[in-house]
């Protein structure tokens, strides 16, 4: 089995960190024997090979912290509290549940469209516990690292989430900043600067306005800013959406540039706040 997440790149060597927490796709045997269907029904949670769009942004020296385990496994874009108790045997009621997790989509992954239950019955506790030990928290701790790291040697830091959705009529790249909550308007307009000069549809938060990752990371106050990047698959995916197709050079040389601009964002930023 891969190890849970691996981090390209040398800490503080740029202001710009990227994270991938979507695209680990090491479906284990004994993972695959919890399951009520077969995996590639349930493929459709990966962001497909968006570890490759980042390809470009490490070698120029940026940060890059991958997820190896699955999504279906453990989302780490969900709080650690963020599950269903009737699917974790052994734990509490607790409090009223999230939106996410009542359409399937907590920590743990329940149903998706066409498969209303993911798992054979409820994972015991302790296996919840394992997984947030192995992947959530390291992964984490790995993105917090980075990002201090980056702020000491740059004073501001950003971090590209970088994530890919299914084809949407509004938009080919969606930017997500939980409302400004987790990114100063400078970092999301230069975001959305590099994808519109490709000549790309950009909506910033709809619908797509980031979540857990953003939460806990994005910290504008303390110079810490966070954008999620929502990029269309059928830009980088075959017709089929199942490997990597035409288009995977120019996303990932799009993603580098937007690594390389929001760098040089922050240091005209910093010039001008002197």
Same mark, same amino acid.
């Given at each position: 089995?891969?190890?849970?997440?691996?981090?390209?790149? *040398?800490?503080?060597?740029?202001?710009?960190?990227?994270?991938?927490?979507?695209?680990?796709?090491?479906?284990?045997?004994?993972? $695959? +024997?919890?399951?009520?269907?077969?995996?590639?029904?349930?493929?459709?949670?990966?962001?497909?090979?968006?570890?490759?769009?980042?390809?470009?942004?490490?070698?120029?020296?940026?940060?890059?912290?991958?997820?190896?385990?699955?999504?279906?496994?453990?989302?780490?874009?969900?709080?650690?509290?963020?599950?269903?108790?009737?699917? *974790?045997?052994?734990?509490?009621?607790?409090?009223?549940?999230?939106?996410?997790?009542?359409?399937?989509?907590?920590?743990?992954?329940?149903? *998706? +469209?066409?498969?209303?239950?993911?798992?054979?019955?409820?994972?015991?506790?302790?296996?919840?516990?394992?997984?947030?030990?192995?992947?959530?928290?390291?992964?984490?701790?790995?993105?917090?690292?980075?990002?201090?790291?980056?702020?000491?040697?740059?004073?501001?830091?950003?971090?590209?989430?970088?994530?890919?959705?299914?084809?949407?009529?509004? +938009?080919?790249?969606?930017?997500?900043?939980?409302?400004?909550?987790?990114?100063?308007?400078?970092?999301?307009?230069?975001?959305?600067?590099?994808?519109?000069? $490709?000549?790309?549809?950009?909506?910033?938060?709809?619908?797509?306005?980031?979540?857990?990752?953003?939460?806990?990371?994005?910290?504008?106050?303390?110079?810490?800013?966070?954008? $999620?990047?929502?990029?269309?698959?059928?830009?980088?995916?075959?017709?089929? $959406?199942?490997?990597?197709?035409?288009?995977?050079?120019?996303?990932? +040389?799009?993603?580098?540039?937007?690594?390389?601009?929001?760098?040089?964002?922050?240091?005209?930023?910093?010039?001008?706040?002197?």
């Amino acid at each position: 089995m891969e190890k849970a997440s691996e981090s390209l790149g *040398i800490a503080g060597s740029s202001p710009v960190v990227v994270s991938v927490p979507h695209a680990g796709r090491d479906y284990a045997p004994v993972l $695959q +024997a919890m399951l009520s269907v077969p995996v590639d029904r349930l493929r459709s949670l990966e962001d497909a090979y968006a570890d490759r769009l980042a390809a470009d942004a490490a070698r120029a020296g940026h940060v890059v912290v991958i997820a190896r385990t699955p999504r279906l496994v453990i989302d780490l874009n969900r709080a650690e509290d963020d599950f269903d108790p009737a699917w *974790i045997s052994g734990a509490s009621l607790g409090g009223p549940m999230s939106a996410r997790v009542r359409n399937g989509l907590g920590l743990v992954p329940t149903r *998706i +469209a066409g498969v209303p239950a993911i798992w054979r019955g409820p994972l015991p506790r302790d296996e919840l516990t394992r997984r947030i030990a192995v992947a959530h928290r390291p992964f984490h701790a790995s993105v917090a690292d980075a990002l201090a790291a980056a702020r000491r040697a740059h004073r501001t830091a950003v971090l590209i989430d970088l994530h890919s959705m299914p084809s949407l009529s509004l +938009a080919d790249i969606v930017i997500g900043d939980r409302h400004g909550a987790s990114a100063s308007p400078w970092v999301t307009e230069a975001a959305v600067a590099v994808f519109m000069e $490709q000549g790309l549809r950009v909506a910033v938060n709809r619908p797509y306005a980031g979540a857990h990752i953003l939460a806990r990371h994005g910290r504008p106050a303390c110079d810490v800013h966070a954008v $999620q990047v929502e990029i269309d698959r059928r830009l980088y995916l075959d017709t089929n $959406q199942c490997s990597p197709g035409s288009g995977m050079a120019a996303m990932t +040389a799009a993603v580098g540039r937007l690594a390389d601009r929001l760098a040089e964002a922050i240091g005209g930023h910093r010039l001008a706040a002197e």
